[in-house]
């Protein structure tokens, strides 16, 4: 047991040194771990009411008893900002999850079949020839206001994403010696796609998460913002910009605070989107 745990430790400690060797991405992995470790524990050490209305404090300006100011309510912004995290990381998590799986399916199987290559990515090539906000807004407007109605739209805004990346590298692998060698000696089609060609499409699936995860806050901020997203009552960052709009020119710390939330994550996880890409990318690596 101890020598398992050495070994996969050992393993992961050269990988961790090459990924974080760059120091932008190092400063990403710390803001997300930041992010994510306020949003995971705050709740258990507080129990402050982030809805918690006080007319006689609304649009305070910053200061040592409200950090990021109070917005027109008087509800505490940094309050509110910790306590959204929690849904703005669920959906982000709960998009880049739905859409990897169901673009890694549906990029296998238009890739390894050749019947299925061309319906399949006539669809996807449809669905990304609208811009990813307003299909967003049209899957929003049928499926109705809610916070899963709009986790399921972009799931299905970002699969073909996935999709059309997973299907591009199944493309170069089907041909490859090792998968007509377990076609040659009888393994049978599910196989093939389960134990020789989904291990070697974790790297793309792995930049991809990171960069739908990242799209996936910001998209969610879009929709939240042109009212049509998360409804008003749940504190994610996007409605909280949305419900302060008004108030920007009086209180700017209401938009401001929310909207560097936003930016820091999503950049943050797209610079840690680069670097894992660059690790797992012989040619990249190797120019680095």
């Known amino acids: 047991m101890k020598a398992a745990i050495f070994s996969l430790f050992g393993g992961a400690m050269p ?12 400063a990403a992995a ?27 404090n609304r ?22 900002i910790v306590h959204g995290a929690r849904y703005s990381l669920l959906i982000g998590f709960v998009t880049a999850a739905g859409a990897v799986l169901l673009g890694t399916l549906m ?43 709009v986790m399921l739209a ?10 059309r990346v997973v299907r591009a590298t199944t493309l170069v692998l089907r041909e490859l010696l090792f998968v007509d060698a377990a076609r040659a000696l009888g393994v049978r089609t599910p196989s093939i796609l389960r134990k020789h060609i989904l291990p070697n499409l974790m790297s793309p699936i792995l930049v991809q998460v990171t960069f739908i995860f990242a799209y996936a806050i910001l998209a969610e901020a879009g929709l939240s913002f042109l009212g049509v997203g998360v409804p008003p009552d749940i504190p994610t960052w ?49 120019a680095a």
């Open 59 to 80: 649009l305070h300006a910053p200061s040592w008893v409200h950090w990021a100011g109070t917005d027109e309510l008087g509800r505490d912004v940094m309050l509110r």
């Open 238 to 286: 996007g409605t909280m910009i949305a419900g302060s709009l008004e108030y920007a020119d009086k209180a700017f710390w209401t938009i401001f605070c929310p909207g560097l939330a936003i930016v820091l994550t999503a950049l943050s996880l797209q610079m840690l989107g680069d670097g894992v890409r660059d690790l797992l990318d012989p040619k990249l690596r190797k």
């Open 154 to 163: 972009l799931v299905i805004v970002y699969t073909p994403r996935v999709a």
């Open 15 to 26: 990988i961790a040194r090459r990924l974080f060797s760059r120091k932008v991405v190092l």
């Open 30 to 56: 710390l803001v997300l771990l930041l992010v994510v470790g306020v949003a995971v524990i705050y709740p258990w050490i507080s129990d402050a009411d982030p809805g918690a209305i006080e007319i006689g």
């Open 107 to 149: 990029g296998m199987l238009a890739g390894f079949f050749r019947r299925l290559d061309a319906p399949m990515m006539r669809v996807v090539d449809a669905m990304m020839s609208f811009p990813d906000i307003l299909l967003g807004i049209a899957l929003v407007s049928i499926l109705g206001v809610s916070l899963w109605n």
